[in-house]
């Protein structure tokens, strides 16, 4: 079934898809939406769930948290200074193991009070143990709650699932809608090994000391490192039954790219339109789209970066002090592997500013004319 969906509804049908048991979740702009279509849902049982309407993020994921414990397949979605609200349990989601998938609409955060977006909500929260998938469409954000599903319940690590707020949240676009059969086929009921039942007693994020404390977070990190091989099979699989693959990374035009611009969301597509009006003129440009953040993908952002002779990070986002965290993660992912490769770091479209292919072509002609940045950062479109 094709349908002309918005970007925060096809969130909705990805949950409704995955058959989420328990949503639970407090309405903030611009993600409100995604969880107003869920509760017509569950209200007239096209999705067999318990919707929990609560007080605040806070409590919402520690619903989902509860839900997750007691074995249920859990799903909410929030924003910005939701998402800030949330961080506390954040780090009890992935502690304790618990594969929630949350769907993440960027939002700038405040203040300046702002619905407009950039990436600051989401990559705070990078240090946090979550899988992070970020979307440049609405057909990759329905396919993408399914199988971020599939590898959250296999690693019992959480998943964010990541999109630009009204650029894509509130856009609407053709998206092929799985059958229900089909994708019960590819994504099986969730059957956690230890919950929280009366009939099997267990002890769930106790006092742990130095002697164990350790182990459990050496465990969730091998784990993580498991993630990127598991997305790639999980893309593959989802692919042969649907047509649609997922994976780590996007290239286009990257084989053979003097320069590559590395971006990520809704702008990734935007580059793409930019790079092919720039090989028009024969201009060797390539775009590298990075989907997953975490676990970042090096062995991929190092293979495809081999040939060229320049990078051009865009970042919609600041880590203030520092860089881009994007820019930041391509440098790291490059340490010791190519000292000579100039990297640029860019940052532009804070609180919603428009991204334009004329952005990205005032990138690509800054990056190609000088031989090495000569800036820490270099700031496109701000008023100085």
């Not at 090994?193 to 106790?206: K, L, M, Q, S, Y």
């Not at 865009?314 to 340490?335: P, T, W």
């Not at 919603?352 to 990205?360: A, E, H, M, Q």
């Amino acid at each position: 079934m094709r349908k002309v969906i918005m970007g925060n509804h096809a969130l909705s049908y990805g949950a409704m898809l995955g058959r989420a048991q328990v949503i639970a979740a407090y309405p903030i702009t611009p993600q409100t939406q995604v969880v107003e279509l869920l509760s017509e849902m569950c209200a007239d049982k096209i999705l067999d769930a318990k919707f929990i309407k609560v007080e605040s993020e806070h409590s919402a994921m520690a619903a989902c948290l509860g839900a997750s414990l007691a074995g249920a397949r859990t799903f909410t979605a929030t924003s910005s200074q939701g998402l800030t609200l949330m961080h506390e349990l954040l780090h009890w989601a992935s502690g304790g193991r618990l594969p929630v998938v949350m769907g993440n609409i960027n939002r700038a955060m405040a203040p300046g009070w702002s619905i407009w977006s950039d990436q600051n909500d989401s990559l705070s929260q990078r240090d946090t143990g979550w899988i992070q998938f970020y979307c440049s469409n609405n057909q990759e954000v329905l396919d993408t709650v399914i199988q971020a599903f599939k590898v959250s319940e296999k690693l019992l690590i959480p998943s964010m699932v990541i999109l630009d707020a009204f650029t894509l949240s509130h856009t609407y676009e053709v998206v092929d809608v799985p059958k229900q059969a089909k994708v019960d086929k590819f994504l099986p009921p969730f059957k956690p090994e230890i919950t929280v039942t009366p009939d099997d007693p267990h002890a769930f994020g106790g006092l742990t000391g130095p002697e164990h404390y350790f182990e459990l977070r050496y465990k969730l990190q091998k784990d993580m490192e498991k993630a990127p091989a598991l997305i790639e099979e999980t893309g593959k699989e989802y692919e042969k039954m649907f047509g649609r693959y997922l994976g780590q990374v996007e290239e286009h035009c990257c084989d053979d790219a003097e320069l590559i611009l590395v971006t990520s969301g809704t702008m990734g597509s935007t580059a793409r339109v930019a790079v092919d009006a720039l090989r028009e003129e024969g201009i060797k440009v390539g775009n590298l789209r990075i989907k997953v953040f975490r676990p970042f993908p090096f062995e991929k952002v190092r293979n495809i970066f081999k040939n060229a002779k320049k990078v051009a990070v865009i970042d919609r986002n600041i880590s203030y002090g520092h860089h881009g965290m994007f820019f930041q993660e391509v440098k790291s992912a490059m340490y010791g592997h190519d000292h000579d490769l100039p990297i640029f770091g860019f940052i532009t479209g804070l609180g919603g500013r428009d991204i334009t292919p004329s952005t990205f072509r005032e990138i690509a002609e800054l990056s190609l004319e000088k031989n090495k940045p000569e800036e820490e950062i270099i700031w496109i479109g701000v008023n100085r």
